[in-house]
Structures are given as structure tokens and as C-alpha cells.
């Protein structure tokens, strides 16, 4: 069965500063890849996928993640922190032999500080 | 012009009862889904159409029954709502399944007194 952690309940960033949101994943077979973020009292908005080709995925909002196979890792990054990034990211997995689920993970919340 | 809407935004209620949630997309998607978000925002599938057919059903108890009149929209209606019920629930959308992305609604956040 597929699955996704996230180990960081919370991740705390000065702005300016990099940041790193850390995701591990589990399935079998190819990993279809994505990072949500959710605003207070809004729904999930698509950040990034990975689906094939490049490790280095762009996104939106300045946001990029890694694919790491060897390591089973899909970390988001950003390389400066804006106090507006502060909101709730989830990272979910598709693929292997069940392509039509896609499951999150428990969610990060980052909290930049000015 | 909204993608994915639901409504209500917020449903208060007693137990035993029962309730609606309508979801509409105007994106001309295939696929639509219910998710439940509790309040740990534990996020988890509930179901998931495809041109009208049901192809996931999570392990949800019967009491929750959707129902696609076209793919354009995905209600949930919910029978004797219990508690335990009380979560946010989001409607989303999908053109295709597997490697797309999810556009989702603003959610429902469903009180169960």
C-alpha cells in the first residue's frame, strides 16, 4: 500500500532565510508526487508534481522540490522565506498499482517569522 | 468565477440528522472526489467519481452516500449523522486520475452537536 510521512509537525523559518519541508513516501512501482498548501480556512492549492524526467521540480511561488529515489524523499524547498509561505503544506502520493488514490500526508505547518 | 464550489461553506446541526453537501466544478473535469479533513487536518479520500462512476469507496460507513447526477457535480449526503461526523469536508476535481492535479473547494465545515 502507498503512504506518505511527513516527520516535521512544524517547521519554524526566519524570512530571508531557506527552507526545507521534508516528505518520505512509500509505493510500489513509480511515485507520482505532489505538494499542496492550504491558507487558513481555504482549500488545498497545487504547489508542484513530480511525474517523470527532471529530479528538480519548479513550482509555484518561488517553491521547488527534489525527487530522491534512493532515498524514497520528496523534500520542498524555497530558497528565500517570505512571511506570506506561512500556511499548512501536504505532500501526497499516487502511482504503483493504484494510480487513482491519491494519499496525504499529516501536513507541516511552516511558520515564518519576520 | 469560482473552479470547484461547495456549499454550504458551514452546516451546524444535531445528531440523528441528516444532511446535504453539494459540489459543483466548472473546469470540465472527469473526476471528482470527497475528502474529510479532521481536526488534527488529518486529510483522507472518501470517494472518488470518474464520468459519473464510483471508483474509489474508501472504508466509510454507509451512512455517507454520494451521488454524481452529472460529472459536473458530486453531492454527499450524510444519515444520521453522528459526533465523530464533525470534520471539514472538501469536494475536489481532477481531469483524469493518477498523475493530475487536485483543484479543491473551499470546504464545508460540518458541526455535529
Known amino acids: 500500500a502507498q503512504s506518505v510521512a511527513q516527520p516535521e509537525d512544524q517547521v519554524n523559518v526566519a524570512e530571508g532565510n531557506p527552507l526545507t519541508v521534508k516528505c518520505t513516501y512509500s509505493?510500489?512501482?513509480?511515485?507520482?508526487l505532489f505538494w499542496y498548501v492550504q491558507y487558513p480556512n481555504r482549500g488545498l492549492q497545487f504547489l508542484l508534481k513530480?511525474?517523470?524526467?527532471?529530479?528538480l521540480v519548479k513550482g509555484s511561488y518561488g517553491f521547488e522540490a527534489e525527487f530522491n529515489k534512493s532515498q524514497t524523499s520528496f523534500h520542498l524547498k524555497k530558497p528565500s522565506a517570505l512571511v506570506s509561505d506561512s500556511a499548512l503544506y501536504f505532500c501526497?502520493?499516487?502511482?504503483?498499482?493504484?494510480?487513482?488514490?491519491?494519499?496525504f500526508g499529516t501536513g507541516t505547518r511552516l511558520q515564518v517569522f519576520p | 468565477d469560482t473552479a470547484v464550489s461547495q456549499t454550504p461553506k458551514y452546516l451546524v446541526t444535531q445528531m440523528g440528522n441528516d444532511k446535504s453537501i453539494k459540489c459543483e466544478q466548472n473546469?470540465?473535469?472527469?473526476?471528482m472526489y470527497w475528502y474529510k479533513q479532521d481536526s488534527k487536518k488529518f486529510l483522507k479520500i472518501m470517494f472518488s467519481?470518474?464520468?459519473?462512476?464510483?471508483?474509489i469507496n474508501e472504508t466509510v460507513p454507509n451512512r455517507f452516500s454520494p451521488k454524481s447526477p452529472d460529472k459536473a457535480h458530486l453531492n454527499l449526503h450524510i444519515n444520521s449523522l453522528e459526533l465523530g461526523d464533525s470534520a471539514v469536508y472538501f469536494c475536489?476535481?481532477?481531469?483524469?486520475?493518477?498523475?493530475?492535479?487536485?483543484?479543491f473547494g473551499s470546504g464545508t465545515q460540518l458541526s455535529v452537536l
Open positions: 475536489a476535481s481532477s481531469q483524469g486520475t493518477g498523475a493530475e492535479k487536485l483543484f
Open positions: 509505493v510500489s512501482g513509480n511515485p507520482y
Open positions: 513530480y511525474i517523470t524526467g527532471d529530479n
Open positions: 501526497a502520493v499516487s502511482g504503483g498499482y493504484n494510480t487513482d488514490k491519491l494519499i
Open positions: 473546469l470540465g473535469h472527469d473526476t
Open positions: 467519481y470518474n464520468n459519473k462512476e464510483l471508483i
